[in-house]
């Protein structure tokens, strides 16, 4: 195969080709890079863990300056940064707004600004923040600190910094992980979690659902999408809109390009974080079982496998497979946490905020709207 795969938003073939500026976490992880998927220098994360697949592009990376020259992020958010460690600052945005505040946290490989079409429309009761966690996008890439409870301590310290009062945590997909650390240590801190298709083993194990061995012999038998062409990969819009055709879901643009270098033709670069940060993550998830705060889970299932996972028949049945394994998970995640609501939703995509707007929002608002 060639060395042209990774995980959405993020992955890259060797940390060695990175920019010296930014230091590479390091590459002791007790989860090697091959059991969640890299072979040859690539990676192959598949999308319950975090997101869909795009190719690496093996080119050099330019300061953001030069593509900032160019094109303009038109989301309304604010941005800012955040100490939340040593020499560790978070990218923080802010989408304004009025009422209780919300937090939204990324899946594996994306930014807070995967949330960039979704976040605002929920500013008329909330005001909305989203948090670029540690190894991405604009965030700091330190060289430890990827355990499960380590990141969520970032979040805490983020609620410390802006004077945060128990706000609602919004996480998708690995994310989950980060709310189930803060909802079980601190859940005096939060006033609700909403898990967006995050409710997974690593967010959730009490031994009776799926496990994290499931989840990663699971992304084993998926196979891998084609490569975008020349065209393709010509500029952001045509990435994006390769992307669609392959997943069927509109990532923001900003997104593609926080997790993207752009080259001066405007053409896509490679990733921007080395493929060690998602292995060190992975490396570092725990097993959450005594979630205290009052929580809302939504689950894609069956999933939506989007247009080239759908043409293959050993993805279909992989994912006949893991679609049983997800109502055992929500079913004992609707059993074991105290009070929690469980919504199914039938042929969504991962992305199930993107795929499914409307039910997330209707979902959100009516659970959040019974929350003290």
């Not at 890079?33 to 080119?59: E, F, H, K, N, Q």
């Not at 994310?175 to 298709?197: F, I, N």
């Not at 045509?238 to 001066?264: C, H, T, Y």
Request: charged share 20%; hydrophobic share 45%; aromatic share 8%.
């Amino acid at each position: 195969m060639s060395k042209a795969f990774c995980l959405r938003m993020g992955l890259a073939p060797a940390p060695a080709q990175y920019p010296t500026a930014r230091r590479s976490v390091s590459s002791s992880a007790t989860l090697s890079a091959a059991a969640i998927g890299y072979t040859d220098g690539s990676m192959l994360l598949r999308t319950w863990l975090g997101a869909a697949v795009l190719p690496v592009i093996c080119v050099a990376i330019p300061l953001r300056a030069q593509d900032s020259a160019v094109w303009r992020d038109p989301s309304s958010h604010r941005v800012q940064f955040v100490t939340v460690d040593h020499d560790v600052r978070l990218e923080v945005l802010d989408w304004g707004g009025s009422g209780r505040p919300m937090i939204f946290l990324a899946g594996l490989g994306n930014t807070a600004h995967v949330f960039d079409d979704f976040a605002p429309k929920l500013t008329a009761d909330h005001h909305v923040y989203g948090i670029t966690r540690r190894g991405f996008g604009a965030s700091s890439m330190p060289a430890s600190g990827y355990d499960a409870d380590r990141l969520g301590d970032d979040v805490l310290a983020v609620l410390d910094s802006l004077k945060l009062t128990r706000p609602v945590l919004v996480g998708h997909s690995i994310a989950g992980e980060e709310l189930s650390s803060v909802g079980s240590r601190h859940p005096e801190r939060v006033a609700a979690l909403v898990y967006l298709d995050a409710g997974y083993a690593y967010a959730f194990d009490n031994g009776k659902g799926m496990t994290m061995d499931q989840l990663l012999e699971l992304q084993k038998k998926v196979p891998r999408p084609p490569e975008p062409s020349v065209a393709d990969r010509a500029s952001f819009t045509a990435f994006q809109a390769w992307d669609k055709r392959m997943n069927g879901i509109r990532v923001p643009e900003a997104e593609l390009r926080e997790s993207f270098g752009s080259l001066p033709d405007g053409s896509v670069g490679k990733p921007r974080t080395p493929p060690t940060v998602p292995s060190a993550i992975l490396a570092g998830v725990k097993k959450f079982a005594d979630i205290r705060a009052s929580a809302l889970a939504i689950y894609a299932v069956p999933k939506d496998l989007g247009p080239w996972l759908t043409k293959d028949p050993a993805a279909r049945a992989a994912f006949q497979s893991f679609d049983g394994l997800t109502e055992r998970q929500a079913a004992e995640f609707e059993n074991a946490v105290p009070g929690a609501r469980v919504v199914r939703l039938p042929n969504a995509n991962h992305y199930v905020f993107i795929s499914n707007e409307a039910d997330v929002l209707r979902e959100m608002r009516a659970f959040l709207a019974t929350v003290k």
